[in-house]
């Protein structure tokens, strides 16, 4: 093991030197200006009455002190109280330190009210000059987070920890194009010093993050036929990024051996990796339960005066440049575009904002720790570039600012409990074009309606980032006073958000098709337990597919025979994905040579929907059509969504294989390079082959 590729010694003393510098600044900057407001505050306030300005200086030095002594106390009564306390409690605590500051400090007085509007001018003006000359960079919240805590003595040091970082929807082409730039500096250095290497993946179909996660951290893909999918075992849809159903997603995918089960934290994931302690994870998530470590980073984040106005600085910051910028493509008359809604604005600045400094927060508390691998999820440029497109100045700025986390946890490492080694990987790419509704005048739901002569049930639901602040909200958890009272209005609006994107079973069974789209893939299917085969879909509804195969905004669609035969068809053609035999026109040609192996894998798989229908790709712009309202998308074949990232250790990237093909390969990957840093030594059982794989589907169609 080396001790270069985790983290250098350069950096170690840089990291140092930088944390150094600006505690001093910050302390500097903060007791100068509060000794000035609290000189303003004794001529302004009759009841505050001081002797000398070196007793002001003295009750604003002694107040910093007691400010670092009465913050953790504040922050565990935050914790249990719950988390609607933390700015009542932010509020009153500077009138509370003040003034028992005042009562330390001799020739000085004041009464309580008094000490409190002095307590709240000086902190007032004291949290904008720290905030302007420190608070606001992200090296003054990794300074705050490097002095939380001393990491603790872990009992195998010689063991290598890994941290794994998901850019969640970054695009290889679009990271390696920022590279070139110049744009995202922490990376650049890593890889042209030689330190990284920076490799292209490519994710299994569908292109969607629970399969992507699923693969990665629990070893297997089989069951994830989109992001939402009817599932005809509990005869309703399930979406991964609602806690109940990620919780059964997992549940049958979990052997117990996943990517983080030896002393592992998953952090803001869809799944576990079998992880012991889970934060801000999707099938962990419950609002009986939810973290005292998640409420305690929470409180202590919003108790500081870096975090606190840094937090409300960016919340509105995001807030304003989002509506800014949406109008900014409505009056350039940018294109491919869809309208963005306040709704997306706050979304938007709770993922590139809090959820971000909240996820680096419990990464460093993990690190000091001395864990010995985490995992977490960064949904800041997928989210943006869902909305506004892979290259727009949004998307490449939330690309930038992942970077300096990056940047954030390297320096971070310098003072963890073990060496760390840094990866990121991309769960899957993106690719962008106008809605297929906007283009074509019809979603795909109505489309197959007026194919089939009958109505069909839709479901929708295309902010995926919802569920991010929902995990969040369902981790502060219920325990303490706020969370009583406002678990009865939380629930309501769970159920309503439920009933409406119809992730709860029906009262009734349906026999009505259901048609449900993951980016630019549908999704088609007949209620019941068993799969209809191409025949018998084409016996009711003879219009169907073919309709659908000529359709202009339909690249191919794909299902097996009433032999288990798996077929793709398109306008022209028809192709054997077992054998590659083609009639007429090859519908895949298009969309790469890997297209018939995943496009197989997929259909061939038991939990696969009656019929798979992929949007069509423009062979000049590379763009696609997607089945929900959205610029970027990703989910089936086509453009830049089937191309990932993986950023590793120059000594750990020498055992990656030239060619990665699917989440489930990667998983192997990501165990090797635990064995190269000393963990996971034993030799586990490899994960079984997904059934059918020999090119036919068994049982019955």
């Known amino acids: 093991m080396t001790s270069d590729a985790p983290v250098s010694r350069r950096a170690r003393r840089r990291g140092r030197g930088r944390f150094v510098l600006a505690d001093l600044a910050r302390l500097l900057a903060t007791w100068l ?92 003006g004291a949290t904008i000059a720290a905030y302007v000359l420190t608070a606001g960079t992200d ?256 998307s490449l700025d939330a690309l930038e600012g992942l970077d300096r986390v990056l940047g954030n946890l390297e320096l971070l490492a310098a003072h963890a409990a073990r060496r760390y080694r840094l990866v990121v990987v991309s769960d899957h790419g993106q690719a962008q074009g106008q809605p297929f509704a906007d283009r074509h005048g019809v979603d795909l739901p109505t489309l197959c309606t007026r194919l089939m002569g009958e109505d069909v049930h839709d479901f929708e639901e295309t902010d995926e980032g919802w569920g991010r602040a929902h995990a969040l909200v369902q981790d502060i958890g219920e325990e303490g006073v706020a969370g009583r009272l406002t678990a009865p209005a939380r629930r309501r609006v769970e159920r309503e958000g439920e009933d409406r994107d119809g992730s709860r079973a029906p009262d009734r069974p349906t026999t009505r098709p259901v048609v449900l789209g993951s980016g630019n893939l549908g999704l088609f299917y007949v209620p019941g337990p068993t799969r209809q085969s191409l025949d018998a879909l084409t016996a009711r509804w003879p219009r169907l597919l073919p309709g659908l195969s000529k359709h202009p905004g339909v690249g191919f669609i794909a299902g097996i025979d009433d032999h288990g035969v798996p077929w793709a068809h398109g306008d022209g053609g028809r192709v054997d994905l077992a054998s590659g035999a083609v009639t007429g026109t090859d519908p895949l040609a298009r969309f790469g040579e890997h297209a018939r192996r995943v496009l197989l894998r997929a259909v061939l798989d038991p939990r696969a929907p009656d019929l798979y229908v992929n949007s069509s790709v423009d062979d000049h712009t590379l763009d696609i059509a997607a089945f929900e309202e959205l610029v970027g998308a990703h989910g089936g074949l086509g453009g830049w969504q089937d191309s990932a990232v993986l950023l590793a250790p120059q000594d750990l990237a020498g055992s990656v294989p030239e060619r990665v093909e699917g989440a489930e390969q990667l998983h192997q990957v990501l165990l090797g390079f635990l064995r190269q840093s000393g963990q996971r030594l034993e030799s586990g059982p490899p994960h079984p082959a997904v059934p059918g794989g020999e090119g036919r589907l068994g049982g019955e169609v």
């Open 33 to 124: 200006v509060s000794t000035l407001l609290l000189w303003l505050a004794d001529a302004l306030l009759p009841d505050l009455e001081a002797s000398s300005l070196g007793s002001l200086a003295a009750v604003a030095a002694v107040s910093g002190v007691v400010g670092s002594l009465v913050r953790p106390l504040l922050v565990e009564v935050g914790v249990r109280l719950g988390w609607l306390t933390v700015l009542p409690l932010a509020f009153c605590a500077q009138g509370v330190v003040l003034h028992v500051a005042i009562l330390l400090v001799p020739g000085i007085t004041a009464t309580w009210p008094a000490a409190f509007w002095a307590s709240w001018v000086s902190a007032a």
């Open 139 to 394: 090296e003054s919240l990794t300074t705050a987070l490097a002095r939380r805590g001393r990491p603790v003595r872990p009992t195998d040091p010689e063991v290598d920890g890994l941290v794994v970082v998901q850019l969640d929807g970054v695009p290889f082409p679009v990271l390696r194009w920022a590279v070139q730039a110049g744009g995202v500096p922490t990376i650049r250095r890593w890889v042209t010093t030689g330190a990284y290497q920076l490799r292209e993946w490519t994710p299994q179909l569908p292109c969607t993050t629970p399969a992507s996660q699923l693969g990665l951290l629990h070893g297997t893909v089989a069951g994830i036929p989109g992001f939402r999918w009817y599932d005809r075992e509990l005869g309703r849809v399930l979406v991964a990024n609602h806690p109940g159903d990620a919780r059964i997603i997992e549940e049958r995918a979990s052997d117990g051996r996943g990517l983080l089960c030896e002393d592992g934290v998953s952090i803001s994931n869809l799944f576990s990796g079998d992880a012991d302690n889970a934060l801000l994870t999707m099938s962990r998530a419950s609002p009986r339960v939810g973290s005292a470590q998640t409420r305690r980073a929470l409180a202590w984040f919003m108790l500081t005066p870096t975090g606190f106005s840094r937090s409300l600085t960016r919340t509105l910051g995001q807030v304003a440049k989002e509506r800014w910028q949406a109008r900014a493509q409505v009056r350039h008359d940018l294109v491919p575009r869809v309208p963005r809604s306040w709704t997306f604005a706050l979304l938007r600045s709770v993922t590139n904002g809090l959820l971000r400094d909240l996820n680096t927060a419990l990464i460093a508390e993990e690190m000091q720790a001395g864990r010995k691998v985490i995992y977490v999820d960064y949904v800041d440029y997928d989210e943006v570039a869902h909305h506004a497109g892979l290259f727009r100045h949004e």
